[in-house]
T-cell receptor, first 112, second 112 residues
Framework: QQKVQQSPESLIVPEGGMASLNCTSS?????YFWWYRQHSGKSPKMLM?????GEKEEGRFTVHLNKASLHTSLHIRDSQPSDSALYLC????????????FGQGTKLSIKP | NSKVIQTPRYLVKGQGQKAKMRCIPE?????VFWYQQNKNNEFKFLIN????????QIDMTEKRFSAECPSNSPCSLEIQSSEAGDSALYLC??????????FGEGSKLTVL
């Protein structure tokens, strides 16, 4: 069964620092990855998606994808207390009719 | 703000009672998903629909879970006879043609 593994399970980063989160899929048919952020008591909100090998940057957020290793990473620079949340990685593919398989998340805490 | 509307936000049921949750997906989004997020933040895919038809679903052989997405009515997820292990956040999401999922705020079920 397809699994999506995220690491670390939890992460504490000082305000202004860089947070790096990792995600790997066990399914070689995966076509793309999505990163979602879920604040406590709220629903997940899409942060970024990545479909191709390489890097994608949007503001303070950068996503990398290595399709050969099915590994993606999310980097947050100049971390803010409002970035404290659960970060979810989801993998999907056209073979799967768009169903996303979610990892268990990385709980990020930004310390002022 | 999410335009996927889920009701109720909270429901409390006794073991053996029926629990029903509703979802109005965002207009124009062709596919609707239901996920279960447990207290460990683990996401479990339950079922998805396109134009009222089931695309994929988990093995619901226990027969306690049922879902439908009729035209011109909210989608619904129903648990016939709730068990303590069903306590979770039930998230409805609608998917755009580009594959992005928009989540509702969820229905938090507590089974006493």
């Amino acid at each position: 069964q397809q699994k999506v593994q995220q690491s670390p399970e939890s992460l504490i980063v000082p305000e202004g620092g860089m947070a790096s989160l990792n995600c790997t899929s066990s399914d070689r048919n995966v076509d793309y990855f999505w990163w979602y952020r879920q604040h406590s008591g709220k629903s997940p909100k899409m942060l970024m998606s990545i479909f191709s090998n390489g890097e994608k940057e949007e503001g303070r957020f950068t996503v990398h994808l290595n399709k050969a290793s099915l590994h993606t990473s999310l980097h947050i620079r100049d971390s803010q207390p409002s970035d404290s949340a659960l970060y979810l990685c989801a993998a999907g593919g056209n073979y799967n009719q768009g169903k996303l398989i979610f990892g268990q998340g990385t709980k990020l805490s930004i310390k002022p | 703000n999410s335009k996927v509307i889920q009701t109720p936000r909270y429901l409390v049921k006794g073991q053996g009672q029926k629990a029903k949750m509703r979802c109005i997906p965002e207009k124009g989004h062709p596919v609707v998903f239901w996920y279960q997020q447990n207290k460990n933040n683990e996401f479990k895919f339950l079922i998805n629909f396109q134009n009222q038809e089931v695309l994929q679903q988990i093995d619901m052989t226990e027969k306690r879970f049922s879902a439908e997405c009729p035209s011109n009515s909210p989608c619904s997820l129903e648990i016939q006879s709730s068990e303590a292990g069903d306590s979770a956040l039930y998230l409805c999401a609608s998917r755009t043609n580009t594959g992005q999922l928009y989540f509702g705020e969820g229905s938090k079920l507590t089974v006493l």
